[in-house]
């Protein structure tokens, strides 16, 4: 199979997986795909990187990064290949709506569910990819849950929220996040615990949701909410301001350690 077509079959399939390219020292144009159980299933490497590179291309295709990385003389970019994430949004409400619309903005697929008619209409979120009137269990009928999902838990209502955790206990998503107080919070966790919940379970759920940023408008609480989902979704970053950080900062494709 050609290095293309191999990359065509990963992206039709929406599975994750790699190029890598030497792009220094001997082998110099060389290049493989590798699949997510770091597998080369199309080109070639020189053998004595090949099994450290397909490792570290496994690595970064986990928190969607790719990186210019060193290997003795040689220089190989990895390129990660990544399906396009989902945002499972539960709750309609008035942060439903900027964080829809920032979402999309960042390449997410956004589905909006709630049961209140009133709330979730065309109108309201013009450009979701799927709007879903109904229970969470209708959404669970039609939406699989797998590494590429994101939960938002918007309503801060135990009677819409109780549906939903249990279907999400185990499931691999990569986030699951829920608004509320800190009150809100506590009240949750204590529900968890008494229906036998793990700490690393309930640990897996942010809340309250979002980064710190002094947030009051829907619309500066759903950018709290990315940029927290952000982090997560790469893996790396504080959450705290970046003036006094010192060397480079913001991550730059290709590159191992950024621009300034």
Known sequence: MSVLHAVRDLEAGERLGAVATVVAGPGIGQKAVIDETGAVIAGELPGDVTADVAADAVSLMQHEQSRTLEYGDRQVFIETLAPQPLMLIFGAGHIAQ????????????????DARKTWATPERFPTVDRLIVGWPQTVFEQ???????????????????????PRVRTAPVRYIGALGSRRTARARVERLVAEGWSEDEIQRIH???????????????????????????????????????TGRVHLQRGSEEGTA
């Open 207 to 245: 809340a309250p949701i979002g980064i710190d940023i002094g947030a009051e408008e829907p619309s500066e609480v759903a950018l709290s909410i990315l940029a927290e989902i952000v982090r997560v979704r790469y893996g790396h970053g504080t959450g705290t301001s970046l003036r006094g950080r």
């Open 143 to 165: 939406i699989e849950l797998d590494h590429r999902t994101y939960v938002v838990l918007l309503s801060h209502d135990a009677r819409f929220e109780d549906p939903i955790l």
């Open 98 to 113: 900027p964080l829809t619309r920032m979402a999309q903005e960042l390449g997410f697929r956004v589905v909006v569910s």
